[in-house]
């Protein structure tokens, strides 16, 4: 009934209110709950911006201490949720497995299901932020067919996850702390970003009254495309293509340019940021030291290469008409490789990141009085009416 407009890939149209995250695309403008992203980087950490994005405020000392207390308690999988990971093949990808692993949550938390539940629902959200990271451990550990490692709820949430992925039963892992702190950054800078694709796909679900383990696990199957979150697979994969010879910066620039076969600069292009990513802008100012830091120089030919793409596509016509710059993903996978990341699992750690903004988007769904089912129109352009053929005469 009435008028319906057409808006493929909704680049005009809002679907819903938000008091989260707040961009403005022209200027390069992030802001988590009001508070500057670059304030957050330079300051906060991943669990207190992880409780900003959820409750809306920064924590007291107390509440922090309480929050990070509740995660600790949480971070251990049901026994028989592990069996799972034998299950997939060993050079399974890690995002499947890790969307499959937070759908099977609801099998576990049976009291999860009702998404007006507020004592369940805050429970959730607890486990979900405290089993991800030993999730994709996990999911890590299977893929080079080590064992698992429990949780060591003595570390704080970042150095669990990395002793959990690189240690070993008998050795005593001692995270570095240089590459603890990276990794607490970027995750701070993919915490939230309103409402991209996999945000939108956690709202779309949760508004049929979907769980938050369910809402989620779409998210992940919507951020492993390569144009979200797959996109930090993509650019290594693309710097790594380079780096053997395949093409040279400017040849490949010139296939980008041409779009000959659909090639583009991945880690480029941004639908709302029609100026410099603020995040990327952040990562690149740290990537060179991160890379010294914790990798010595193993990023450094790839770095070079990234150096160069950004250089020309900065100062060619192509890139400033369309206003196109450096998104979030163009040097992150710099800094996970030389923190010893299979190329993999980078789309792995962007969940991990932004798992805190999936939680804070879809509780304001649930608890906003207005919010209706997702349900988008469509403009038919199929055949008009006709009859029944019987299948003799056609
Ligand atoms: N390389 C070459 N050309 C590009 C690129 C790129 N990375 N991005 C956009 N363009 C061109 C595109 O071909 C089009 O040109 P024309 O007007 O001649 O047809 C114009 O710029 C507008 O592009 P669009 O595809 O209409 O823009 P969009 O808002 O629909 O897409 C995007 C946004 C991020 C999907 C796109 O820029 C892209 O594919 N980038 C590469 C993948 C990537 O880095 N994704 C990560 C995004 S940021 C973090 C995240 O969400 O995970």
Known sequence: TGFVTLDSGFVNTASCTSAVTYIDGDAGILRYRGYPIEQLAASSTFVEVSYLLIYGELPTPAQLADFEDRIRRHTLLHEDLKLFFNGFP???HPM???SSAVSALSTFYQDSLNPFDAEQVEISTVRLLAKLPTIAAYAYKKSIGQPFLYPDNSLTLVQNFLRMTFGLPAENYEPDPAMVKALDLLFILH????????????RLVGSSQANLFASVSAGINALFGPLHGGANQAVLEMLEKIARGDDTADTFMEKVKNKQDGVRLMGFGHRVYK????????I????????RGVGGTAGDELLEIALRLEEIALSDDYFIERKLYPNVDFYTGLIYKAMGFP???FTVLFALGRIPGWIAQWREMIEDKD??????????IGAT?????SIGDR
């Open 90 to 92: 060993r050079d399974a």
């Open 275 to 282: 100026n410099y990513d603020p995040r990327a802008a952040i």
């Open 343 to 345: 190329t993999k699992m």
């Open 96 to 98: 499947p497995v890790l």
């Open 284 to 291: 690149k100012k740290t990537a060179d030291e991160i890379l």
């Open 191 to 202: 915490a939230d970003h309103e409402q991209n694709c996999s945000t939108s796909t956690v």
């Open 371 to 380: 919010t209706k089912i997702g349900r988008p129109r469509q403009v038919y």
């Open 385 to 389: 009416e006709r009859d029944y053929v």
